[in-house]
């Protein structure tokens, strides 16, 4: 048996008033979604641990079936992994979104969309003024980038930008945790705030005067005008899925996404990476489910992720996320469930978010997410859509966090 996880980040939702009280899920009605639930047995999952908060690296992780706990040193490093940089046992490496300000309040977490290209340019500039033996910038994907502190402590309070849209910034400063320990070799966990707000600071005088920004503005277009660091950790440790799970010999992961790379790469999976995978709406859908294809016939495990929903629920755009939703299913499922119903070799689909992104909320929640679980020869259950209501009644009940994974993979 192989198995693939299809992972609709942030793809969960509220009820819409506006869509006559339904979700997301229930009013996009997606064909194959509905189908693979009609045919396969339902349940729901709660992802987040008690005491963390409801991040995609804390979702993920936990749905990999990995124990928080144990593992988690939050985006920086997993993005760290994913780019390349090999972390010193001294680094703290804390994730960088570049964002935009406007009026004092934060107005998004993605520059304006900032494509990888601008992304590159604005932050190679910060580390040529910014960077020095302590401090250094690199380079990620679009607005998503990396900062490594040398020495720097973890215990600090960050703020995630996509939580707080329209609010003030500067009350959402890195604060250091209460009763934060002294580490040897390391900055006090107060030096490490006062370095990052200074870094903040210095980013938006030498982001406003650079010639991108100014022919944004220009343009009518979004600044980004800002660093914002957050979820910083060191370097972690954990077991591969393949040390885990003895069923799985080899794997790959799919994704846009630094952080879902990262994650990846410590689990001992290849990284596969498709021309046109942007994170967003616009991505390379029938490339990524290509690309799932030809790795099963070599492979036991996939993780295919697709981070358009989440993007689109930051915004709060509502047709959009429809729209990612209905792409989801006809772009990837389809394809995917059309070609490996017919293998020799059975396949294990498992289907679900990591986490609900609502778009009336625009930021991660933590509730429980609908998972449909789909083979050749399961036996149905009752449930015959895929949505938050519907997979209550599924026969898998409410797992919680390494349970979907140790479900999943006794298939």
Known sequence: MKHIIILGDGMADHPVERLGGKTLLQYAHPEYMNLLASRGRCGRLVTVPDGFHPGSE??????LGYDLNMVYEGRGPLEAASIGYEMRDDDMAIRCNIITLEDGRIVTH??????????DV???????????????????IQYRHLLVIRGGSKYIDCAPPHDHPNEAWRPLLVKPLPDAPVEAGRLTAQETADLLNHLILQSQELLAKHPLNRARA????????????????????????????PQVKSGSVISAVDLIRGIGKYAGLHRIVIDGMTGLADTNYEGKAQAAIEALKKEDFIFLHVEASDEAGHDGDLELKLKTIGYLDER???????????????????ILPDHPTPVEIRTHVSEPVPFLI??????????????????????????????????????
């Open 110 to 119: 993605n520059g304006g969309n900032l494509e990888t290209a601008d992304g």
């Open 122 to 140: 604005l932050i190679q500039y910060l580390n040529e003024h910014l960077g020095d033996d302590r401090v250094r910038f690199i380079t990620g």
């Open 332 to 350: 990837i499922i389809r394809p995917i469930y059309n070609e490996v119903k017919q293998w020799d070799e059975p396949v294990c689909i498992a």
């Open 218 to 245: 220009a343009e009518g277009k979004r600044q980004a005008n800002s660093i914002w660091p957050w979820s910083g950790g060191y370097r972690p440790q954990m077991q591969t899925l393949m040390e885990m799970y």
């Open 58 to 63: 804390v979702a993920n992780t936990a749905i």
């Open 374 to 411: 789909w083979h050749r020869d399961i036996v149905p259950d009752s449930v015959v859509d895929f949505d938050e209501q519907s997979c209550v009644a599924g026969s898998y009940g409410l797992l919680k966090l390494d349970e979907f994974m140790k479900t999943f993979m006794a298939i």
